[in-house]
């Protein structure tokens, strides 16, 4: 259908416009044996060595576009990325580790990492490439924890409806590395790390649980967030004593924004939602619909869905339209079934359109997705919900809500054909959402 079409078109000129390939060139240039990264420029000397190094759904790309431009002036480097989305490099060791729950090659990283970055010396330039993902792709684990305790505890926080924000506090306090840790391990070197958004509000500090930026949470924070989810008595006891005793004073906290070590360290942000969002809009009214821009995407996956749909429903503006929002919205994971946040969005979209009133005469397509090309642990970005995959499920004689209780997506939409399948888009600027009203 018509709708379905344009709804994939501008999904994916908003994807392109978020590209690594369309971005690092902005932030790294050189000439004349000169970096300038951001707005510094550095003489680069031959006694210089510039590593580069990274975690993230969006890094291979990110690494690629700076071997393009810096080629053999980057002496040697290491980035880690998802399953499946690694690219081949040339002066870069690429490698694969699991998402959104960390398995062995998450906590190797880090050791090769840290490995990697003691070489580097007072005259040299660390590259730090992240984007959203690294939290867990870049896993450590104090040494009184074991991996496994660290496994339980991100796949709890993945289902219990916490936000990105409380997730990624409770991360900082197990790890050796977050919370602008990672800067103690090369404290002589010059920092520069360029971040791709795929958090609310941008906060560089949450973003891959912000190994280079100061963090403000602190043990009893991370405490906290457990309470408020009553994950006491599903953790494993060895990790919320780790946290009281962190709370004590007995560990050493995360960086906070007073520590000089900071000052080593310059923290560029390259992209994000805003961007795809605007590449979107330009798209969507070449096409010839008015544009409508809602506030970004939070909160419970359902209600925002749910209030989407209203908002669509009565809709007084100009036809065709489209409308378009950004963000990231939390779902607890009641079922047994499979999908993400966003199949699960446009499920409940789906729920909501076929309650039609008789004097309704338009037609609305609903596209959520995530930029990253993965909606959960699944091979979709998320799903479209049409007039046509109402109507096949009525076919099929399938149920919706049946599925819709099981937080089973994924199944329904296979059925339907409303699964949006992109592959790994080397990008990763949280979820975006489209309704196309016709």
Known sequence: MPGKHNAISIFQTAIAAVHPSNLVSKYIQLADAVVTIGQQSLPLSTDQKIFVIGAGKATAAMALETERILGDHIYKGCITTKYQH???????????????????????????????LQEATANDIIICLLSGGASSLWADVPEEISQSDMQIVFDRLLKCGATIHETNTVRKHLSKIKGGQLLRYAPNSKWFTLIL??????????????????????????????????????????????????????????????????????????????????????????????????????????????????????????????????????????????????QHMALTALIEMKKRKDNETYSLTFLAAGTDGTDGPTDAAGAIADIESIAISVQKKLDPDTYFTNCDAYSFFKQTGGLLKTGPTQTNVMDLVLVLIE
């Open 197 to 342: 958004s795929d958090v609310p509000d941008n906060d560089l500090s949450v973003i891959a649980s912000g190994p280079t930026v100061a963090d403000n949470s602190t043990y009893e924070d991370a405490l906290g967030v457990l309470k408020k989810y009553q994950l006491e008595e599903v953790i494993p006891t060895r990790v919320w004593e780790y946290l009281q005793r962190g709370a004590k004073g007995l560990f050493t906290e995360t960086v906070k924004y007073n520590d000089p070590l900071l000052n080593i360290v310059t923290n560029i942000m390259i992209g994000a939602n805003d961007i795809a969002i605007k590449a979107a809009s330009e798209k969507a009214q070449t096409m010839g619909y008015q544009v409508h821009r809602l506030d970004p995407l939070h909160g419970d996956t359902i209600i925002t869905a749910q209030a989407i749909i209203e908002f669509c429903k009565s809709f007084t503006g100009s036809l065709p339209a489209c409308i378009v929002t950004g963000g990231e919205t939390t779902l607890q994971v009641t079922g047994t079934g499979i999908g993400g946040r966003n």
């Open 86 to 116: 690694a690219i081949v490099l040339e002066k870069v060791a690429c490698w694969e580790a699991a998402h959104p729950v960390p398995d062995q090659n998450s906590f190797l990283a880090v050791k090769n990492t840290i490995q990697l």
